[in-house]
């Protein structure tokens, strides 16, 4: 497997847009945090949210909550601390368009509507309430001191009765509250354990025949073996895992395997940055297996 890796890196260093090469650098070749923040922060508007294309299915410069949210999955994977300027102005771009009817933040801006886009990243009022808020009630957590303790403690609240409460279930919610749990303290962590392993055993495809088309895999719920995920698809993880191997182009990188269907120019663009953000998150996955 060390040649899926070097197909990767060449990948990476030749074609992947500038930040997922930094990320890249930062966690296989002990490149530096200060290039990866450099990198994100080209991607940061001045009212501290982030848009511009950090999410390549919409290419939006006004920021949004959406992208702010994988502004802050980058932030973490790479433990930047409160300290850091670009984390504060973040947190206070959060708090001043944090809504308290929603209990939470609109995913996406009506700006969105004059980009080129995935067709469903139209502008709507109904959304699932988790994606992202829940997942940005978690980074709120992560970074506490710079949030008002009684907003975090109301919203933790809400968020623990909301999924305990939750029948229909959407995959890529459940992937914010596991992200929303990854940082709660481990009290409040507990009350909503049970009920994300039953999102999770409904929510992930196991058969292998449905996994070349858009769907939730056990390896993205479980991404390494410490996942408390991990002893519900023990049994399916092996077979992910050789899937995910196969699934590598011959020049290192990994396909979406979605399409827009519209804006086809912009999407060849979009296309070719998914492949070097799925190509660090697939790396990773497989060197945390101890596959490379």
């Known amino acids: 497997m060390e040649e899926s890796l070097k197909q990767g890196a060449h990948f990476m260093r030749t074609r992947a847009r500038p930040l997922d090469r930094a990320l890249y650098e930062y966690l296989f070749e002990s490149g530096s945090r200060s290039s ?15 848009g511009n294309g950090l999410e390549p299915d919409f290419r939006c410069q006004a920021s949004s909550a959406l992208a702010t949210s994988v502004a802050l999955q980058v932030l973490t994977e790479v433990e930047a601390d409160a300290s ?10 959060l708090l001043n368009t ?4 929603k209990k939470g933040w609109q995913i996406m801006p009506r700006e969105v509507e004059t980009a080129p886009r995935a067709p469903w990243w139209n502008y709507s009022e109904d959304w699932p309430w988790g994606n992202p808020s829940a997942e940005l009630i978690g980074y709120f957590h992560r ?11 109301r919203l933790t609240e809400y968020a623990i009765c909301y999924i305990n409460n939750l029948e229909a279930y959407d995959h890529h919610e459940l ?50 073996p410490a996942s408390e995920f991990y002893e519900l698809f023990k049994k399916s993880i092996p077979q992910n ?52």
């Open 143 to 153: 970074y506490s001191h710079l949030v008002p303790a009684e907003l975090l403690e």
């Open 36 to 50: 990866v923040l450099a990198e994100l922060g080209t991607y940061q508007n001045p009212d501290g949210g982030f």
């Open 84 to 93: 850091e300027e670009m984390v504060n102005r973040t947190i206070s771009y």
């Open 241 to 292: 895992i050789e899937f995910l191997i196969r699934q590598q182009h011959p020049a290192g990188y990994w396909d979406p395997t979605w399409s827009w269907g519209q804006f086809e120019q912009e999407w060849e663009i979009a296309k070719e940055e998914w492949r070097g953000r799925l190509t660090v998150e697939n790396l990773r996955t497989l060197r945390s297996f101890g596959r490379i």
């Open 175 to 224: 992937l914010c509250f596991i992200r929303l749990a990854d940082q709660l303290p481990e009290k409040d962590r507990k009350r909503i354990s049970g009920k994300l392993r039953e999102m999770a055993a409904a929510s992930v495809t196991t058969d292998p025949a449905e996994w070349n088309a858009y769907c939730l895999l056990p390896l993205q719920v479980a991404q390494s």
């Open 98 to 101: 944090y809504d308290e009817d």
